[in-house]
């Protein structure tokens, strides 16, 4: 979050209206410690607990919300405790951005945890129907503690998961810890520690509920045999809830708590509602109009009604191709030319794109898969040297080239070494794994990852041969 969206959330906070004093005070101290970006041990505790305070009584635009959740995150880095070293705030206003509908799930939510006294609820589907945009608006309605596995960016281990919640539970619930033991992200026997710890300093009928998306997501290859993923425990305490994501694939998860699976595909009026909802939005912006006036005979709602279709209800779609609509990418297309779901949006893209021209543009696809395979976000510069090969004229030039043509595929993130670059969406990385798409580009997944560990095993070591 940069500091214009930290004097957005600030000054949002500070609007708000409040009789109560005590929470006055707490909006005006969350509210300076977002604008400065720093917190100090001394007012931690106030921060703490104003956090609380907040979420409790305000329904919080989405800039305010995420800038809570990254204080809580910052609350528990300037304790000494070990957190992830990505903006969670960040995320949940991406996830978020024109999110609609939904409130059938909501609903499935509410009453679990109304309903049962702990336990974990999943939510299950396909890549695109909006898994990680619902988890992320539940978190800015609700402000619980939160986790998001991201393949893309790196964010896979059960070490970060820990990391991070033990960090949160700590600081949202004003435990008496300043670090974390040698051994907490070992195993889940410290994180039940501190949910019962937190579960118990929790008023009557309070809730403590937790967030954890995309489950399917998480790197198994070291996990011990038999563990759960992430470590969960297999009991929770009295007012302690998991709500999670994960595609419909099966994660070791083997719990005595109470459990729900919601799966998302067994709510397909309420889905297509939601899809009209947001395409009915959509279609009053200025680009869009424009596109739809230009289609002879087209109305506003045809052009809804055929959008649905397109997009088989798929939300992920709509993301990608409702900008492009309204920059005038498709203004040579008709309505019914439009690619036909998902995966039909990433075949036309890799075909507009030149990606099976003849002769194929070895270099471009070099950098692609690059991107795909290295797992965390990469600066341009890596990304040159990485996909370097004597047969391909691969520099700086070459790389911004790809970037600018994929740039809507991709997450962009500030680091230290500059502006770095990884796959938006997990999709998009399963699309380029498809075995026809890898033959065609005349690479192979074990060549690419190949390259990258001869490069990076010459920048260790230099050329041993």
Known sequence: MDQHDRDR??????????????????????????????????????????????????????????????????LGSSLGLDTTQYQIGDLILDRTRDFVGRDHVFKQIDEF?????????????????????????????SGCLVH???????????????????AQLIAEAELPYTSLPADATSDGAFLLKLLKEAAAKKAPGQKLIIAVDALDEVDLSSHPTGANILFLPQTLPDSVYFIMTRRQVAVPFYVQAEQKLVDLMSFPAENQKDVQF??????????????????????????????????????????????????????????????????????????HMGMTAKPLPRAKIRVVYVLCETRRPVTRGFIAHIAKDPALQIDILTVQEVLDEWDQFLHEQETAEGTAYSLYH?????????????????????????????NLWDDLFGDSS
Not at 116 to 141: C, F, H, M, Q, W
Not at 437 to 446: H, R
């Open 9 to 74: 959330a600030a000054a949002s906070l500070k609007k708000l209206e409040t009789g109560d004093a005590q929470l006055r005070q707490s909006l005006n101290i969350l509210g300076d410690a977002i604008q400065v970006g720093n917190i100090t041990e001394a007012t931690g505790v106030a921060i703490g607990r104003g956090i609380r305070q907040v979420v409790n009584n305000f329904n919080l635009p989405p800039e305010a919300a995420a800038a809570l959740v990254d204080l809580r995150v910052m």
């Open 113 to 141: 945890v109304a309903g049962n006294p702990s336990g974990y609820l999943t939510l299950e589907g396909d890549p695109g129907l909006g898994k990680s945009a619902i988890l992320a608006e539940y978190v800015r309605r």
């Open 148 to 166: 998001f596995n991201v393949r893309t960016l790196g964010i896979v281990s059960a070490a970060k998961f820990l990391q991070n919640i033990c």
């Open 278 to 351: 947001y395409i009915t939005l959509a279609a009053e912006r200025e680009g869009i109009q424009i596109w739809i006036k230009g289609q002879a005979g087209l109305t506003e709602e045809e052009f809804i009604k055929k959008m649905v279709d397109r997009s088989e209800s798929n939300f992920m779609y709509l993301r990608y191709v409702l900008p492009e609509i309204e920059k005038g990418r498709y203004s040579d297309l008709e309505l019914g030319k439009l690619p036909q779901g998902l995966e039909g949006y990433y075949d036309s893209h890799w075909i």
């Open 426 to 454: 997990a999709s998009f990385r399963d699309f380029l794994h498809r075995k026809d798409i890898v033959q065609a580009t005349g690479e192979t997944i074990q060549s690419i990852n190949a390259v990258i560990a001869d």
